[in-house]
Structure formats: C-alpha cells, structure tokens
C-alpha cells in the first residue's frame, strides 16, 4: 500500500476563512483506491511555503503521491506549478496533459489550467484544481495508471514492456 497526502493550497483557508472540500474529496478518492492516507495539510498561496510544505511530505512524513489541491490558475496568488517545478527532481507532463485532455471534454475552461507533475526522491507530485468538481474530473483519468507509476518510481514492479514468456 502506498502512502499518499493531500495538500491544500488556500489562503483563506489557511486562515480559517474557508472550509476546504476539495482536499478531503482527494484523501477520499485516493483512500477508496487503495493508497493510505497520512496527512492532509493546508498552506496559503505563498511559493516558498508550498515548497517547503511538499518538502515535509515526501522527506519527513514518507509520502509516495502529495496531490496538491488549488492554485494552478491564472490569479497572480497562483503559484503551485511553480512552487512544484522547483522542488521536483524530474517532471512528468503526461499527467496534466491527461488531465487537461480529458477534461476538455467537460468544459474549454481546462485549457487555463496550469497544473504540473512531477517526481521529487520517491514521491510523485501532482497538482489539482482547487474546486471539488474540478479535483474529480481531472483526479478520475489518471488515478488508475498513478499506482503503476509509483511501482515504477521506487522499483518494486517489472518494467512496463516486459516480453512475455515464450509458449514452447
């Protein structure tokens, strides 16, 4: 079982100001899916923050998937993507591309999303929307293939075009 978090990105709800929901929709999807859930956080729209919060989860904590949840937009506060690629070893764009593309199927409004992914030590990073509609459509495509990806990341699973045993 893979050990995941969820981090929210908020300003007002790091204050207080807000309840999150979409956060825990992740924790939730994530949990039905067979991860392990072991923190749930929330910071506000403040880049070093968010680094160092996506630090904490993979280095001290051991989490092997951190969704984060909001700030991927155009608002000039919205600076997950960024606080992403400065503290990922190596990205994985295939899964925002996933994302948006099976979102653009729901609304053209996905083509504005920012949202990144990538790998840091043993954890993969993947940035959601800040809206629990939103963190369900573009969390549903990719959550399948993400346990494959993790397999391949901290090498317990076989290559991925592994030749089959010839019949004799």
Do not use: W
Request: hydrophobic share 40%; with cysteine; glycine share 8%.
């Amino acid at each position: 079982m893979f050990k995941a978090s969820v981090i929210t990105v908020s300003d007002k709800g790091s204050r207080g100001e807000r309840v999150d929901t979409a956060g825990p929709l992740a924790a939730s999807m994530l949990k039905d899916a067979g991860f392990e859930i072991i923190a749930q956080t929330c910071v506000p729209d403040e880049q070093p923050l968010i680094e160092a919060e996506l630090r904490r989860h993979a280095d001290a904590l051991g989490s092997n998937l951190i969704l984060t949840s909001g700030g991927t937009g155009f608002s000039k506060r919205d600076v997950t993507p960024e606080a992403t690629i400065a503290v990922c070893d190596r990205l994985a764009p295939g899964i925002p591309e996933a994302m948006r593309a099976y979102c653009l199927n729901i609304t053209n409004r996905a083509m504005l999303s920012r949202a990144q992914a990538g790998l840091y030590h043993d954890s993969l990073i993947v940035n959601l929307p800040g809206s629990p509609k939103a963190v369900r459509e573009n969390l549903e495509p990719v959550l399948p293939a993400l346990e494959h990806g993790l397999h391949m990341l901290l090498g317990t699973k076989n290559e991925c075009a592994s030749e089959p045993k010839a019949h004799v």
